[in-house]
């Protein structure tokens, strides 16, 4: 038994202080992924070190125990802002307040045929704007349907899982497909105008993840999240990034990108809002995304029932509030100065 336990307890520290490699690999980078199925395990291991071996503990299995106890209060300290522990990075709105903006954020995938359960949920909760990304031909075709109630829209059916379709209930006033860092995968910038006449914009993107299968390295991803990041920065007016950008909300990439676009994650302070994968509680985790400029506050956050998809849908509601300044993580230059070199990678990968 203590051998199967020395085992597994040197499988999870190595899975443990993979992410602190700061490499573009895959082998890395995929370890950012199950922080709380790490914690689990961690704490299920010092349990068992503790309760069933304690009598008979050696020099090394205390060894063991402290760095099994070091990796779990690391592990603990990355969740919490992820929690209601933490400090809310993006305010709440008062309950008076009228929503704003309504939205509706989902990876639908591909080749997911059952598309009534997207509508339905649609045409049930009603959003102001939707984006589905993983939309081919006949999913356009079909969502097709609902163009009456919206009546603005961009269209980008692809074959290749990168597929991206934007409806919106208020007036488009301009619009740009880019593709930022590979000509087969398109991202898009809309600026709206709401019902009051005040502007929002909207980045929506959906970059690779760094799986052997699409791509052996993060390099991409990263740049072009970045990219938009700096975009948005740039812009410096009430704007809201979306999408299923294939990292977790707590990776160090993720938290680059929060300090070089000045944007809110409202996940933080409220909880993790899992949104994959939708087959398998045991591996779940937030990879689609909403991200507010300190412009707006929260409303409410919910993830959307399974429509058939690995991925639940994500809704936000927010209130627009020109005076309100939420929590910013702040660049420094050597911050800045990584960025840039991720972007330069990313756009010469």
Do not use: C
């Amino acid at each position: 038994m203590k051998i199967a336990l020395y085992i597994f307890s040197a499988l999870v520290l190595i899975a443990g202080i993979m992410p602190l490699v700061k490499k573009d690999y895959w082998t890395f980078r995929v370890f950012d992924y199950p922080r709380v199925q790490k914690l689990l395990l961690t704490s299920t291991l010092l349990i068992i070190w503790i309760s069933a071996i304690y009598p008979n503990l050696k020099k090394v299995d205390y060894g063991v125990i402290f760095l099994l106890l070091m990796l779990f209060i690391y592990l603990l300290t990355q969740i919490l802002p992820f929690s209601i522990f933490g400090k809310k990075m993006v305010k709440s709105a008062n309950k008076h307040q009228k929503t704003s903006l309504h939205l509706l954020v989902g990876n639908v995938y591909q080749f997911n045929k059952n598309y009534q359960k997207t509508i339905r949920l649609i045409q049930n909760i009603s959003p102001d704007i939707f984006m589905l990304v993983e939309t081919d031909q006949f999913w356009a075709n079909e969502v097709s349907a609902l163009k009456n109630e919206y009546p603005y829209h961009i269209e980008i059916p692809l074959d290749n899982t990168y597929g991206l379709l934007f409806y919106s209930k208020f007036k488009i006033t301009n619009q740009s497909i880019n593709y930022l860092i590979n000509e087969d995968i398109p991202s898009i910038i809309v600026d709206m105008e709401l019902p009051d006449q005040r502007k929002v914009r909207v980045y929506g993107l959906h970059p690779t993840p760094p799986v052997p299968w699409e791509n052996t390295h993060s390099t991409e991803r990263d740049a072009e999240i970045l990219i938009v990041g700096k975009l948005a920065k740039a812009y410096g007016k009430p704007s809201i990034i979306i999408g299923d950008l294939n990292d977790v909300a707590w990776s160090y990439a993720n938290d680059l990108f929060l300090k070089i676009s000045g944007m809110g994650d409202p996940r933080r302070g409220r909880g993790m809002y899992s949104t994959f994968h939708a087959k398998y509680p045991w591996l779940r985790w937030p990879l689609d995304h909403i991200f507010l400029s300190p412009h707006f506050k929260l409303k409410k956050l919910k993830v959307q029932p399974n429509v058939g998809s690995d991925h639940f849908p994500i809704s936000a509601q927010v209130v627009l509030d020109l005076e309100n300044e939420n929590e910013q993580f702040e660049a420094d230059q050597e911050d800045k100065k990584e960025a840039m070199e991720k972007i330069a990678r990313g756009v010469n990968f």
